[in-house]
């Protein structure tokens, strides 16, 4: 059974770090791009970071310079580190898989595996 397991969300205090975690069974990522999505409250699914097979990342404007998107093929297994976490960045975060592992897009529906979501939520 395919599956993503995402962890690491929790409540942190504005300017804190956290590190979301992404775990894959039932089969191997390390030939996928990876992405992290986040969606808040009444708004829409949004890209925030990617990573290709080969190691290439893009991330959203939003969190340049704030988070690091990385991956470690061994423990088949994707992250994400959050510093300086604003209050806008509260929202569930979710894994994506696209099996096609050399270009990140950005949008989701070109995703073909996701996680349940992890909640993160930064208090001001």
């Known amino acids: 059974q395919v599956q993503l397991v995402e962890s690491g969300g929790g409540l942190v205090q504005a300017g804190g770090s956290l590190r979301l975690s992404c775990a894959a069974s039932?089969?191997?990522?390390?030939?996928?791009?990876m992405a992290w999505f986040r969606q808040a409250p009444g708004k829409e699914r949004e890209f925030v970071a990617g990573?290709?097979?080969?190691?290439?990342?893009t991330y959203a404007n939003s969190v340049k310079g704030r988070f690091t998107i990385s991956r470690d093929n061994a423990k088949n297994t994707v992250y994400l580190q959050m510093d300086g976490l604003k209050s806008e960045d509260t929202a569930v975060y979710y894994c994506?898989?696209?099996?096609?592992?050399?270009?990140?897009?950005?949008?989701?529906?070109?995703?073909?595996?996701w996680g349940q979501g992890t909640q993160v939520t930064v208090s001001s």
């Open positions: 990573i290709t097979r080969g190691g290439t990342t």
């Open positions: 994506a898989a696209d099996r096609q592992g050399l270009v990140i897009f950005t949008t989701s529906s070109r995703y073909d595996y």
């Open positions: 039932g089969w191997t990522l390390s030939d996928h791009v």
